[in-house]
């Protein structure tokens, strides 16, 4: 037995997760510092548990006066505050997307889990070794910084569609709730995702959740039944096509992706090739 570091009490869980995932001991059953989470008893564990449990002796008359104790108990505010400031998953956090640039905030690690679709100790795990997480970076907020997040959540009756990008093939879905539950992601993912897609101008990458391209149905019928103008900067060939589907057919490439090309307002060259203009 030997002592590694010392340091303060706010930064043990923290600093017994970086030797933790540093030495790998192998007498620690537990990985996560702080947490039993993964851990199982052994059947004679559970024996033993059980074999002391029944043999508490412990009068009906106790439980049930010990059980109106805790149901007439009242908390003051100051001690509802204490327990959820003690709670470590109580943390602000940002995810800062890799790819977008773009950044969100969350009043807890359980609701940044939350938009993630994980549990919270694995926003606790990557927001400790500040490694990324399905290309969002984890960070803390510091105190006093923290400014709730004002983004809405996109309309969960949105029809929407997905397209997959390696083959091409498209799912359309009538709501949100649907495509999420097919995606197995949480609606907030989703919605943060549609609003990156709008906004975004500058990312040259099409973004994906789990393979699939995702747009709205009603922009997306919009912008097929447009006449486009496709311009091949190699070439400075013009052609004009009678809607989206046609160039993308004509093009070889994913009728979806020219959607998302004029979602995003891009001028650049698609693929460094061409460029889209809707007539």
């Known amino acids: ?22 030495f790998k001991p192998e007498y620690n059953i537990l990985k996560i510092a702080g947490s039993n989470l993964g851990y199982k008893h052994s059947v004679a564990s559970l024996k033993l548990m059980s074999i002391a449990s029944k043999s508490r002796n412990l009068s009906v008359e106790f439980l049930k ?26 943390q602000p956090v940002v995810l ?7 950044s969100q905030q969350f009043t807890s690690m359980a609701q940044a889990a939350q938009f993630l679709g994980v549990h919270m100790t694995t926003v606790k795990r990557y927001l400790i070794s500040s490694k990324l997480y399905n290309g969002y ?21 949105q029809a929407v569609l997905l397209t997959d ?36 101008s500058t990312n040259e990458q099409i973004s994906t959740i789990k393979g699939f391209i995702i747009t709205k149905v009603d922009s997306f019928v919009k912008r097929y039944s447009k006449t486009i103008e496709v311009t091949n900067i190699h070439t ?18 994913s009728a979806a992706s020219i959607s998302t090309y004029f979602n995003r307002k891009r001028t650049t060259p698609f693929r460094n090739k061409y460029l889209f203009k809707l007539i």
């Open 65 to 90: 006066s010990k059980r109106e104790v805790m149901l007439g108990r009242k908390l003051s505010k100051t001690q509802l505050e204490n327990m959820a400031n003690s709670n470590p998953f109580r």
């Open 236 to 253: 400075n060939e013009i052609t004009r096509y009678s809607s989206v589907s046609s160039a993308a057919e004509a093009l070889g490439i």
């Open 137 to 157: 970076t984890i960070t803390k907020v510091k105190s006093g910084l923290y400014l709730p997040s004002t983004s809405g959540l996109t309309n969960e009756r």
């Open 96 to 102: 800062s997307n890799s790819q977008t640039g773009d």
């Open 165 to 200: 990008k390696a083959s091409g093939v498209t799912k359309q879905f009538s709501t949100m709730k649907a495509a999420c539950q097919y995606l197995e992601i949480s609606s907030k993912r989703l919605s943060n995702y549609l609003k990156n897609n709008e906004s975004s």
């Open 1 to 22: 037995m030997e002592i590694l570091e010392y340091c303060s009490k706010v930064e043990v869980l923290a600093r017994e997760q970086f030797y933790l995932d540093k």
